[in-house]
């Protein structure tokens, strides 16, 4: 079982930044794909930053340029550093992994997420 602990939410003025970081823990052979998505009141869960375990990464328009995630395999922690923000990014970020074990189908795992408030 994997277990996916998020951290660096919190309250922040518009134009301000954030760190959001996202370990893994449990039963890891190998990750592929980490990623952020967010959620804001009455919406859908959203894409926000993907990265592969090649380091290729994707972002959603309404991020580019502002957001940049990374990943450090060792210590199998995804990271996303957030700035300018803005109030429209205001919602619960969730972290995302996709792994997988040898002879396995690969699994989806999600963080508890994480409240990032944005005033203006």
């Known amino acids: 079982q994997v277990r996916l602990v998020e951290s660096g939410g919190g309250l922040v003025q518009s134009g301000g930044s954030l760190r959001l970081s996202c370990a893994a823990s449990?039963?890891?052979?190998?990750?592929?794909?980490m990623g952020w998505y967010r959620q804001a009141p009455g919406n859908q869960r959203e894409l926000v930053a993907t990265?592969?375990?090649?380091?290729?990464?994707n972002y959603a328009d309404s991020v580019k340029g502002r957001f940049t995630i990374s990943r450090d395999n060792a210590k199998n922690t995804v990271y996303l550093q957030m700035n300018s923000l803005k109030p429209e990014d205001t919602a619960v970020y969730y972290c995302?992994?996709?792994?997988?074990?040898?002879?396995?189908?690969?699994?989806?795992?999600w963080g508890q997420g994480t409240q990032v408030t944005v005033s203006s």
């Open positions: 995302h992994i996709n792994g997988w074990y040898p002879g396995n189908p690969s699994y989806d795992s």
């Open positions: 990265i592969t375990s090649g380091s290729a990464t």
């Open positions: 449990g039963s890891i052979f190998s990750i592929n794909t």
